[in-house]
Nanobody
């Protein structure tokens, strides 16, 4: 069974950085495209960034130039480096397959002074 566990969330001030990690239970990263999604309070879940099995990336417009998605297939781990964080980035962040078939429980990111 495919399972993901996210980590690295927390409270950060505007302009700060966080690095999220997503560990997969089995060796799926060489097979699936992966994505980072987020859901803010009262909002629908949205795709923030995605990466193919060969490393091609795509970003939602509001995070371009600030977020970087990467993957380490040998470690079954996907990362999301988030820089220049803004209050509007506050959300629960989930990693999962793209399209979203399997996903983890999420990690909360709060950007506030």
């Amino acid at each position: 069974q495919v399972q993901f566990v996210e980590s690295g969330g927390g409270l950060v001030q505007p302009g700060g950085s966080l690095r999220l990690s997503c560990a997969a239970s089995v060796s799926v990263l060489s097979v699936y495209a992966m994505g980072w999604y987020r859901q803010a309070p009262g909002q629908q879940r949205e795709l923030v960034a995605r990466i193919t099995s060969v490393g091609d990336t795509n970003y939602e417009d509001s995070v371009k130039g600030r977020f970087t998605i990467s993957r380490d297939n040998a470690k079954n781990t996907v990362y999301l480096q988030m820089n220049s964080l803004k209050p509007e980035d506050t959300a629960v962040y989930y990693c999962g397959t793209y399209p979203l078939t399997y996903w983890g429980p999420g990690t909360r990111v709060t950007v506030s002074s």
